[in-house]
């Protein structure tokens, strides 16, 4: 998952970032409202957490920046500001979750997990594939599947994003911890995994290719 940082208090934001990394989560940083809209506009995130206050612009701007491109990418608010207005209206403008400073990082990473759960819970059940984000393990009928890494990450992304069609450019920004050093065919070699290891021993289909667009996950059974 990548998770973008916003937060003009250099020090915290990079405790924030090299915090979130340690727990396996793909991270940006930026301490400016510029640097933060561009990577919103070039990248695709599971979380943004943005401080409210920030050089050259607001944290509910990119709220509503972030919640235009892609809905499901959640928003965490933090703030200095204790008032409710202030948490209201923030709360209306699209943000999940409002979090106020000072706070303890693990009942923040606490928070921040609960955010990210799929359905309020980590497992993903499609019939009778289970996908186990946590623990990464697949398992069909009963039976565990050996897919790890990458593929097990693009597998669960897709997933995660049900029918929706997710580019290459997509899948690269947020897997990939530098996409821009990986060639787009990596995405391919990942798709083949799964089909080998998955589609063809137990007779299913899990990921659809659309052509010039990308990948959809459709999970079903073969006759």
């Not at 607001?58 to 608010?77: E, F, H, M, P, Y």
């Not at 500001?81 to 990082?105: H, L, S, V, Y």
């Not at 009942?107 to 609960?114: C, H, I, N, Q, T």
């Not at 029918?163 to 690269?172: A, G, H, W």
Request: aromatic residues 8%; hydrophobic residues 40%.
């Amino acid at each position: 998952m990548r998770i973008l940082v916003v937060e003009d208090e250099i020090t915290l934001g990079k405790t924030i970032a090299e915090g979130l990394s340690e727990f396996g989560y793909q991270v940006d940083f930026s301490e400016n409202f510029k640097d933060a809209e561009y990577f919103i506009g070039i990248r695709n995130y599971d979380l943004v957490i943005t401080d409210l206050m920030l050089p050259g612009g607001s944290g509910a701007d990119l709220i509503t920046q972030t919640k235009a491109k892609n809905g499901r990418t959640g928003v965490i608010v933090i703030s200095a500001k204790d008032d409710k207005e202030t948490e209201i209206k923030m709360f209306k403008m699209g943000a999940d979750d409002f979090i106020k400073k000072p706070f303890d990082f693990e009942v923040f990473m606490a928070r921040l997990e609960a955010r990210l759960r799929f359905g309020g819970s980590n497992l993903i059940k499609i019939e009778d594939l289970i996908i186990n984000p946590d623990e990464e393990k697949i398992s069909y009928l009963g039976k565990e599947i050996e897919l790890k890494g990458k593929p097990f990450e693009v597998l669960t992304h897709l997933a995660i994003h049900g029918d929706q069609i997710v580019s290459k450019e997509q899948l690269l920004d947020a897997i990939w911890e530098e996409p821009e050093l990986v060639t787009p065919n990596v995405i391919e070699v990942a798709i083949n995994q799964i089909r080998q290891k998955m589609d063809k021993p137990l007779n299913i289909s899990t990921i659809e290719t659309v052509r010039r667009r990308g990948y959809r996950f459709c999970f079903h059974k073969k006759d």
